[in-house]
Structure formats: structure tokens, C-alpha cells
């Protein structure tokens, strides 16, 4: 039987809407005088969403900001309730989901610790027997008398989240908490939801953290604008919020957006005196936006300097479409060699690229130009788009795509 069943769960918020008592009472008078009319100023957070949990399964949840993560962790853990649709779960619920929201500034970490424990449903006998461990896993025993507002911000996740933690809950629900705090920490951290998920706890958990989502979980759910987008298998799922990702920021950018950082002008320095564009050509010469993994990808730039321009440097980036530098050159040895070269008027240079063993995705590519002497940037070319196309790659992932073998020396398998 399952020990979580969110069925056709629909949760709808009025915008604008008051949040005090009077407010409230007001709006309740209002909608009593309209009755029927409709009510053009919801906004749905959930639509009809639906999914079940079995004891000690780990599911993760992501989607763009505002696809109802949160919401749906705050109605599990009935911080808010549903407007249609139902929702059961089976035995206690500790939620890790705003670290801290019961800590008292004035009072001391030993005294927040009960606070907050008590918020979380432990009772004093709780907390007693786990507090030397929730005080040496937040490594503040120095520290664990003095008035919560003198902690670092550090400190006081640290705190907040050992409390959550050590809760013996059946159900746990996390949102976002495992990206604060320093590498070391999240690494804890990481280890301790491990524990608690090994022990047999049913964990529902939200983050934009795809590597914590792929090494955690064991199901997914996409949300899309408070619909289920698509769930099942960790790998297949990510993979395919991570495609569409790329080709949703891919159709935002567009083609000829202009990428320049002008924050690195000098004072007087005219951005637009310069202007360069790219095209870019397969290995057979024609025009392309599709590439193939193991082709040599040809970067024209056409660049005009309406006046003399002296020392400059080309600068050729290449990102996938979420923005991740995936390489860059720099004409330097050309620059180092001919310090006195200038350009003025029109002008053109290539750059050959290859072969690229880049995975299937978007990529951009920018040509930049600026002063090899000082900060300066003349121009910086508008983004051009293309597309590798090759054969899937299996469970292989990341950016780079080098011919591989595998070797199975006589007596190693």
C-alpha cells in the first residue's frame, strides 16, 4: 500500500490577493456577493497533478522555477492544503524545506534546537537523546549557547539542518536545502540523506542540482507549469529535462542576439565603432547549422573597424546553449609576433574547429574582439547556433565525446 497518494491535486492561489484576517473576511464578502461569476485572477500552482509512493522509494522532483516543486512539498507537508484532489500519507512527516524558520534570533542554539525540534514534531525526550549528535554533526559545540543571530549564516544552516535531519521520520521531504552552505558541508549532508534514505525512509526531493538528483534518486517527475511533464526512470528523465532545457533557452536566445559585455569598456571607448559576424560552414563548405560529432567545423568572421584599431586580439568562444564554456582561442601567437599589426577597414579571418567530438546538444559560438594590451572590447560578434547530430552515446555523458576503446586484457573478465 502506498505511504504517499497525491491524487488529481489541484492548488490554485488568488494573485494580488490580501493576506491579513481583514483582508481575508473582505474578499470572502466579495466572492459571496459575485457568487458564480468567474474568478479570472487565479493562477494555478498544480493542475489535477497525481502520483504514488511506496515505503523507502526515493523520488525527485524538478522543473523550471515556479512548475510547483515547492508547492507540492508544502501541501505534503500540509503547510497548505489542496483545492481539489486529495492527499494521504502514512506515518510521520518531517519537512526540510525553509532550514530555520522556527529559530528564535535572541535565543541560544542549545534553546532553538528544542524550539525548533518541537516545531518539527519531536518531543522533548526526542531531542534529548538526539542532541549531542545533532550539535557534533553541526559542528558547533563551542558555539551551541550563544544567541542564534551572532551565527554566520553558515552556522545557522548547519544548525537547522542537523535538527531536520535527525528526526526519525517516515517520510522526508527536502527542497533545494542540500545547495547552501560550503562543499563540505553539502558533501555531509549528502551522506546523511544517503543514511536516512538506506534505513528505509521515503524521500521526496526537489533540486536543481541535476548530479544530486542522479545519484539520489531512484524515480522522477518533471513539472511543467503544475503539470506532470513526464516521470520514470532517473537517466532517461534527466536527459530529457537536460534536452529540453537547451532547446527552450536555445528558442530564447534566438538567432543575432548580441552577447557583448560592455562593462569592460574603457571610458570613451564606443562599443559599436566595430562590428564583426560569423557564419560557419561544414567540412564540405556549405553553409551549416548541423554538424556531425567527428566534422571540422570552418568560423568566418567578418569584422569592419571604421578606424585604425592597434593590437587586436580574435577571440573565438564556444558554449552549449545553457551558457557552459566548452572551449575558447585566442589568436595570441599571431598577436605576440606582430604587436604593431592593426586593422582598419574591412577585414576577414578563419578559424577551423576540429574535429569537434562534442555529444549531441545546442552550442553558440562568438567571435570577440579586443585590445591585446589593454581591457578593452571592440566588438563582440551576435551568437551563432548549430546543432550537433550524431548517434546517441548510451550512458555516456558531459560535453566532450572522444573516440573511445574498451580493452579486456586475457584474464580480466
Same mark, same amino acid.
Given at each position: 500500500?502506498?505511504?504517499? +497518494?497525491?491524487?488529481?491535486? *489541484?492548488?490554485?492561489?488568488?494573485?494580488? &490577493?490580501?493576506?491579513?484576517? !481583514?483582508? @481575508?473576511? /473582505?474578499? %470572502?464578502?466579495?466572492?459571496?456577493?459575485?457568487?458564480?461569476?468567474?474568478?479570472?485572477?487565479?493562477?494555478?500552482?498544480?493542475?489535477?497533478?497525481?502520483?504514488?509512493?511506496?515505503?523507502?522509494?526515493?523520488?525527485?522532483?524538478?522543473?523550471?522555477?515556479?512548475?510547483?516543486?515547492?508547492?507540492?512539498?508544502?501541501?505534503?507537508?500540509?503547510?497548505?492544503?489542496?483545492?481539489?484532489?486529495?492527499?494521504?500519507?502514512?506515518?510521520?512527516?518531517?519537512?526540510?524545506?525553509?532550514?530555520?524558520?522556527?529559530?528564535?534570533?535572541?535565543?541560544?542554539?542549545?534553546?532553538?534546537?528544542?524550539?525548533?525540534?518541537?516545531?518539527?514534531?519531536?518531543?522533548?525526550?526526542?531531542?534529548?537523546?538526539?542532541?549531542?549528535?545533532?550539535?557534533?554533526?553541526?559542528?558547533? +559545540?563551542?558555539?551551541?549557547? *550563544?544567541?542564534?543571530?551572532?551565527?554566520? &549564516?553558515?552556522?545557522?544552516? !548547519?544548525? @537547522?539542518? /542537523?535538527? %531536520?535531519?535527525?528526526?526519525?521520520?517516515?517520510?522526508?521531504?527536502?527542497?533545494?536545502?542540500?545547495?547552501?552552505?560550503?562543499?563540505?558541508?553539502?558533501?555531509?549532508?549528502?551522506?546523511?540523506?544517503?543514511?536516512?534514505?538506506?534505513?528505509?525512509?521515503?524521500?521526496?526531493?526537489?533540486?536543481?542540482?541535476?548530479?544530486?538528483?542522479?545519484?539520489?534518486?531512484?524515480?522522477?517527475?518533471?513539472?511543467?507549469?503544475?503539470?506532470?511533464?513526464?516521470?520514470?526512470?532517473?537517466?532517461?528523465?534527466?536527459?530529457?529535462?537536460?534536452?529540453?532545457?537547451?532547446?527552450?533557452?536555445?528558442?530564447?536566445?534566438?538567432?543575432?542576439?548580441?552577447?557583448?559585455?560592455?562593462?569592460?569598456?574603457?571610458?570613451?571607448?564606443?562599443?559599436?565603432?566595430?562590428?564583426?559576424?560569423?557564419?560557419?560552414?561544414?567540412?564540405?563548405?556549405?553553409?551549416?547549422?548541423?554538424?556531425?560529432?567527428?566534422?571540422?567545423?570552418?568560423?568566418?568572421?567578418?569584422?569592419?573597424?571604421?578606424?585604425?584599431?592597434?593590437?587586436?586580439?580574435?577571440?573565438?568562444?564556444?558554449?552549449?546553449?545553457?551558457?557552459?564554456?566548452?572551449?575558447?582561442?585566442?589568436?595570441?601567437?599571431?598577436?605576440?609576433?606582430?604587436?604593431?599589426?592593426?586593422?582598419?577597414?574591412?577585414?576577414?579571418?578563419?578559424?577551423?574547429?576540429?574535429?569537434?567530438?562534442?555529444?549531441?546538444?545546442?552550442?553558440?559560438?562568438?567571435?570577440?574582439?579586443?585590445?591585446?594590451?589593454?581591457?578593452?572590447?571592440?566588438?563582440?560578434?551576435?551568437?551563432?547556433?548549430?546543432?550537433?547530430?550524431?548517434?546517441?552515446?548510451?550512458?555516456?555523458?558531459?560535453?566532450?565525446?572522444?573516440?573511445?576503446?574498451?580493452?579486456?586484457?586475457?584474464?580480466?573478465?
Amino acid at each position: 500500500m502506498p505511504v504517499i +497518494e497525491f491524487s488529481h491535486v *489541484t492548488k490554485e492561489y488568488h494573485l494580488g &490577493s490580501r493576506t491579513s484576517l !481583514r483582508g @481575508a473576511i /473582505a474578499q %470572502a464578502v466579495k466572492n459571496l456577493a459575485r457568487r458564480k461569476q468567474a474568478d479570472h485572477s487565479l493562477f494555478s500552482a498544480l493542475d489535477d497533478v497525481s502520483f504514488n509512493m511506496e515505503q523507502g522509494e526515493v523520488l525527485g522532483i524538478i522543473g523550471h522555477n515556479g512548475a510547483g516543486k515547492s508547492t507540492t512539498l508544502k501541501l505534503l507537508s500540509r503547510v497548505t492544503y489542496p483545492t481539489r484532489g486529495s492527499i494521504h500519507t502514512q506515518g510521520r512527516v518531517a519537512a526540510l524545506i525553509e532550514l530555520g524558520a522556527g529559530f528564535h534570533p535572541d535565543l541560544s542554539g542549545r534553546e532553538n534546537v528544542y524550539l525548533n525540534g518541537s516545531i518539527l514534531g519531536l518531543k522533548r525526550r526526542e531531542i534529548d537523546a538526539q542532541f549531542s549528535n545533532m550539535v557534533e554533526f553541526a559542528g558547533l +559545540e563551542k558555539f551551541i549557547d *550563544t544567541p542564534v543571530k551572532r551565527y554566520s &549564516s553558515g552556522m545557522y544552516v !548547519r544548525l @537547522a539542518f /542537523a535538527v %531536520a535531519a535527525h528526526m526519525r521520520a517516515d517520510i522526508l521531504l527536502v527542497d533545494e536545502v542540500l545547495s547552501v552552505g560550503d562543499a563540505a558541508f553539502q558533501q555531509k549532508c549528502m551522506k546523511k540523506m544517503g543514511e536516512l534514505r538506506d534505513s528505509g525512509a521515503t524521500i521526496v526531493f526537489v533540486s536543481h542540482n541535476m548530479w544530486s538528483i542522479e545519484s539520489f534518486c531512484r524515480r522522477v517527475i518533471v513539472l511543467r507549469k503544475g503539470k506532470i511533464e513526464t516521470e520514470g526512470k532517473v537517466s532517461d528523465v534527466v536527459e530529457f529535462y537536460r534536452r529540453h532545457q537547451r532547446e527552450d533557452l536555445f528558442a530564447q536566445t534566438g538567432r543575432g542576439d548580441d552577447a557583448a559585455d560592455h562593462g569592460n569598456l574603457l571610458p570613451g571607448q564606443k562599443p559599436n565603432d566595430v562590428k564583426v559576424h560569423i557564419e560557419l560552414f561544414d567540412s564540405a563548405g556549405k553553409h551549416a547549422n548541423e554538424i556531425g560529432a567527428n566534422e571540422t567545423l570552418l568560423v568566418r568572421a567578418h569584422y569592419h573597424a571604421p578606424e585604425r584599431v592597434a593590437n587586436p586580439l580574435f577571440i573565438l568562444r564556444l558554449h552549449r546553449a545553457d551558457g557552459l564554456l566548452c572551449c575558447e582561442t585566442v589568436n595570441r601567437a599571431q598577436a605576440d609576433t606582430r604587436m604593431d599589426q592593426s586593422i582598419c577597414g574591412p577585414g576577414t579571418f578563419e578559424v577551423r574547429l576540429g574535429p569537434l567530438q562534442l555529444v549531441t546538444d545546442h552550442y553558440t559560438i562568438e567571435a570577440h574582439i579586443v585590445d591585446s594590451a589593454a581591457p578593452i572590447i571592440y566588438a563582440v560578434s551576435p551568437r551563432e547556433h548549430f546543432q550537433i547530430q550524431a548517434e546517441p552515446f548510451g550512458a555516456d555523458h558531459g560535453v566532450f565525446a572522444p573516440p573511445v576503446e574498451w580493452l579486456y586484457p586475457e584474464g580480466a573478465r
